[in-house]
């Protein structure tokens, strides 16, 4: 006796395929996995970290992890009457450059977002501010610093500047290529139901580019950290970067080390937030 199996319905046919190539593309195959790998890889990175330092024998240029390890322990505490590095703990010296990072990256955020939609929706003034704005995108972050100095003197405000200026064209690029590139479909659609230019641009360009723009607020967040080391080099204790800036010139690699590692895990720390606020604020991300 045979037994004949009917052939699924096309509909559930491709709801499998699909499900297949999702399956297939998944990062990792598993969150178990994924975690298994990241770790598999930090302890290799450990040991190559602690063989180089074995074999070198020359702590001034590539310090053990127990050194730095001693060194978080020391700038995180009070030893000897002393208080953590330069009179401030290691968390001060972070939480003094975060404040500096979060208020220059919010400065150039607006400041990107306003420029980038003007960029997208006047064409002449694209024409005229977009050379500008890569030429400032060009330009290391020491360039223009010693300007700062000069103008605004060597306390806070010439730090702000600096990491303004930073953040601010990757927003700026993204958000003018978010509204020039917005659905001709949905503005047509926009402008039919009597929706003015500007009424258009907020209720549907921005929403539609929302993707794209916030990618450029990812990229602006990671050049304002990766200036803060340039911002306070000058006058710049508490603070982290002005905490490596002054251990460098007394030839502490493990505290350059130690203010590394705590610059780039603050920094992946923000990174994961902004994913996260990213996935709230923008579900329809990756849908047609």
């Not at 980038?116 to 694209?126: A, D, E």
């Not at 539609?208 to 723009?213: D, M, N, S, T």
């Amino acid at each position: 006796m045979t037994t004949s199996v009917a052939p699924a319905p096309p509909a559930e046919r491709a709801a499998t395929q699909q499900a297949g190539r999702t399956a297939a593309l998944a990062p990792g195959g598993g969150l178990r996995r994924r975690l298994a790998l990241r770790l598999l890889a930090l302890v290799v990175l450990y040991l190559l970290w602690e063989i180089t330092a074995r074999v070198m024998r020359n702590p001034t240029f590539i310090p053990s992890p127990a050194a730095v390890w001693h060194q978080l322990v020391v700038t995180s505490t009070v030893h000897d009457g002393v208080r953590g590095y330069s009179g401030h703990l290691l968390i001060e010296h972070l939480g003094v450059s975060l404040r500096r990072i979060v208020i220059g990256s919010v400065i150039g955020i607006v400041g990107g977002l306003i420029l980038g939609v003007l960029m997208g929706t006047i064409s002449w003034l694209r024409i005229v501010t977009e050379p500008v704005v890569t030429f400032i995108r060009a330009l290391p972050p020491l360039a223009y610093f010693s300007l700062f100095i000069i103008w605004f003197g060597i306390d806070e405000t010439p730090k702000l500047w600096l990491l303004s200026i930073a953040a601010l064209p990757p927003v700026a690029v993204a958000t003018a290529a978010a509204v020039h590139s917005a659905p001709t479909g949905l503005v047509e659609a926009a402008r039919a139901l009597g929706a003015g230019r500007w009424q258009t641009v907020r209720d549907v360009v921005l929403p539609a580019g929302l993707p794209e723009i916030f990618t450029g607020i990812r990229l602006a967040v990671g050049v304002a950290y990766s200036s803060v080391v340039a911002a306070e080099t000058i006058n710049g204790v508490p603070g982290i970067g002005g905490m490596v800036r002054d251990a460098q010139r007394y030839s502490q690699t493990d505290v350059v080390v130690l203010g590394l590692f705590a610059i780039g895990l603050s920094g992946l720390l923000i990174d994961a937030l902004l994913r996260i606020a990213e996935n709230r604020l923008i579900p329809w991300r990756g849908r047609s």
